[in-house]
């Protein structure tokens, strides 16, 4: 038999529009360093940690509500709001899969796509933050940008681009190339 599977499936806002009346005012977001930074909850809302940290927050009216990120850098918080600020009222729209292309602009806006020509360490750690945020379309556009970086490029290409050392023996690589030749034979 099989089990039905649930359609109450929690998703973030299509718009931060669409949380402003559930999320109206302010809060306090505390970063990893412990720097306290106010900002929106109709923005901070597109994380779903956060959104559920603020449906559970007792507003007492005497002080703005603290939400903890414990492993987001002030750096890394700041390029996080600069995206949700942008996409308050412009959701994103969803990354058509597989990439038509490895240029960003031409699978995103020019604005996405300028906000994730970053550095590889500022970007994965972009990656990290959006995922424990729990904001899918952060998530989403930042993977996409890897991809972009590693489409059409073979696997020496892609360590040189990631700096992966390369530590297989001479008959370790040879027999995962035979265990899939598959993959070259079908292209």
Not at 86 to 94: R, S
Request: with cysteine.
């Amino acid at each position: 038999a099989r089990c039905p599977r649930s359609k109450s499936r929690r998703s973030e806002p299509t718009t931060m529009a669409d949380a402003a009346p559930k999320y109206e005012g302010m809060c306090i977001v505390v970063t990893q360093e412990g720097e306290e930074v106010e900002v929106k909850k109709s923005v901070i809302a597109m994380s779903q940690i956060a959104a559920l940290m603020l449906s559970e927050e007792d507003d007492d009216g005497d002080s703005l509500p603290k939400l903890p990120m414990p492993y987001v850098k002030r750096a890394i918080f700041d390029k996080i709001m600069e995206f949700c600020e942008h996409h308050e009222k412009e959701p994103m729209p969803e990354i058509e899969k597989p990439l038509k292309s490895t240029n960003m602009a031409q699978v995103v806006s020019d604005w996405d796509a300028k906000f994730v020509d970053l550095d590889q360490p500022m970007l994965f750690e972009l990656i990290l933050a959006a995922n424990f945020m729990d904001i899918r379309s952060l998530l989403d556009v930042c993977c996409a940008k890897v991809a972009s970086m590693i489409k059409g490029k073979t696997p020496e290409d892609i360590r040189k681009t990631f700096n992966i050392v390369d530590d297989f023996t001479d008959a370790e690589r040879q027999a995962v190339n035979e265990e899939n030749r598959w993959c070259d034979e079908s292209s």
